[in-house]
């Protein structure tokens, strides 16, 4: 990736969180923001997104159900996504990394340094170059 900034997806229906989480992914990564499941998986198929941040909890599809979309649909699998949440059952992150696809779970609130922590490792171009199984 030199120089390209990797697209970021924030689907929350909350606009404080998408703002709080552009705020935080603002200076590294572009940002675009998503109201709902159902929004969310018409981006990833219309954009090319380097990561998807997706609350569980949102009207007209949550995210559970749209990542298991995104994650079902050939020409969107690809694309890691992080699930937010502010329910911190050990049950609800196991379904979303096991059962749904999630590449990954944060619970809120959550910091800045949490963050990105998480989606780094995502994000790196090392994770392009592994061979698909």
């Known amino acids: 990736m030199d120089g390209e900034r990797s697209t970021v ?41 380097d990561l998807i941040l997706m609350d569980m909890m949102m009207p007209k599809m949550d995210g559970l159900s749209a990542c298991y979309t995104i994650k079902q649909d050939a020409a969107t699998k690809e694309i890691p996504v992080v699930m937010l949440t502010a329910i911190t059952h050990e049950l ?12 990954g779970y944060i619970t809120k609130p959550f910091t800045a340094q949490t963050l990105l922590s ?13 061979t698909p199984v």
């Open 9 to 49: 997806l924030v689907a929350d229906d909350e606009p404080f969180v998408r703002q709080l989480v552009r705020r935080m992914l603002d200076g590294e990564y572009d940002v675009i923001e998503a109201q709902n499941g159902s929004e969310a998986i018409a981006i990833a198929r219309t954009h090319k997104l």
């Open 92 to 103: 609800n992150k196991r379904v979303s990394e096991n059962v749904m696809g999630a590449s």
């Open 118 to 130: 998480t989606i780094k490792p995502l994000l790196s171009p090392g994770k392009t170059e592994e």
